[in-house]
């Protein structure tokens, strides 16, 4: 990690470590912690990290903003960061503007499209797009008839949404776009489309599912060298420790995909066949990793672990949540399976060796 990578990490660790620790927002049934959270991540410039200086953001790098997600991930952090972070991403890519406040992007499926009309408005359905309800603005890539990409910033309180929930109990709403009249809209880079923001949201996602699977290591341990159970410690029985080694790996993996994927797309100068390959294999692996990891977690920790009262599944459930967003493991797993289809059995050992 370099020397600025690491500062903005640890202002977001402290940020994160100072307010939005887990075991007060657990009991924090008002959800009074999220304003303070937020400005204090607003007056870091974290929010607006991926925006260049002169689109109003702080300019960080890449790598700078994906070490930000992986803190995120290890607090399990229930505010829309990476949202914002991926929508000023996504509309600095067109040189728009970025407003203060909470964003976020649409469509966040691969499956959903939203079509520019001949009037310049926008139309089209999207679902599971999260904190959708909570945000100011939707970053919104788009394509009119004759397939051209368009990148729009929208008022989302001119748009229709229906609220929804996921497993961890943050928005993932519908949002219905009828012939809403953009706040800005400018055509998108040549060769960028929606594969190319699916992609970029999967590793922010991958990142952040490492971080919670690093997480609830850390947790897993700390209960095994606490809870007594038949005169000892329950790390000391072989089964427990087994179950920890299994988790250990599982975090590892999901750890050294997601990371991968992120020096991958901070480095390239393109979304090409072998960034492609980083980030797909990372939201495979991670979504692998979240649905087992968290099973083991809460097998050691056994029926506590499901109760409110205790942080597991704030971590837990949140990971499981977000192996959906941007395109789940099955979908990416039969995206890719089409590239080594198409470029032959011949390319695919050297696209392999080649990271």
């Known amino acids: 990690m370099a020397e600025s990578e690491n500062i903005v990490a640890e202002t977001a660790e402290k940020i994160f470590a100072d307010l939005a620790d887990a075991q007060t927002i657990n009991r924090d049934n008002k959800g009074e912690w999220k304003a303070p959270l937020w400005q204090a991540l607003t ?21 700078e903003g994906f070490s930000v997600l992986s803190a995120a991930g290890r607090f399990a952090v229930a505010v829309p ?64 008839a004759k397939g051209d990409f368009s990148i729009a910033l929208l008022d989302a309180g001119k748009c229709r949404i229906e609220s929804g929930l996921n497993l961890g109990g943050d928005p993932s709403d519908v949002v219905m776009l009828d012939k809403v009249p953009p706040v800005a809209i400018k055509p998108a880079p040549t060769g960028f ?47 427990v420790q087994h179950n920890l080694a299994r988790l250990a790996g599982e975090s590892a993996a999901a750890l050294a995909a997601a990371t991968s994927a992120a020096d991958a797309i901070a480095n390239a100068t393109s979304f090409n066949d072998e960034v492609f390959l980083e980030a797909v294999a990372a939201k495979i692996r991670c979504a692998e990793a979240a649905e087992k990891g968290g099973g083991i977690a809460h097998q050691v920790h056994g029926a506590i672990g499901f109760t409110i009262e205790h942080i597991l599944h704030r971590y837990s459930l ?13 979908y990416w797993a039969v995206a890719l399976g089409k590239l080594v289809c198409n470029r032959g059995a011949d390319e695919l050992w050297p696209l392999v060796a080649s990271r």
């Open 318 to 330: 949140r990971a499981l949540a977000w192996r959906d967003d941007f395109g789940s493991e099955s």
């Open 81 to 144: 960061l990476t949202e914002t972070m991926l929508a000023g991403w996504l509309l600095a890519q067109a040189k728009i503007a970025s407003p203060g406040g909470e964003m976020t992007v649409v469509p966040a499926s691969p499956k959903d499209r939203i079509t520019v009309n001949a009037d310049g408005s926008l139309s089209g359905r999207a679902r599971g797009v999260p904190f959708a309800k909570v945000a100011k603005h939707f970053a919104v890539l788009a394509n009119d």
């Open 43 to 63: 007056d870091a410039g974290l929010p607006l990290a991926w925006v260049p200086e002169d689109c109003g953001g702080s300019g960080a790098s890449l790598a």
């Open 193 to 239: 489309d929606q594969a190319r923001l699916m992609l970029m949201g999967g590793v922010a996602r991958s990142l952040q599912i490492a971080g919670a699977l690093e997480s609830m290591l850390e947790i897993s341990v700390r209960y095994s060298n606490e809870r007594v159970a038949f005169e000892k410690k329950i790390s000391k029985f072989q089964a």
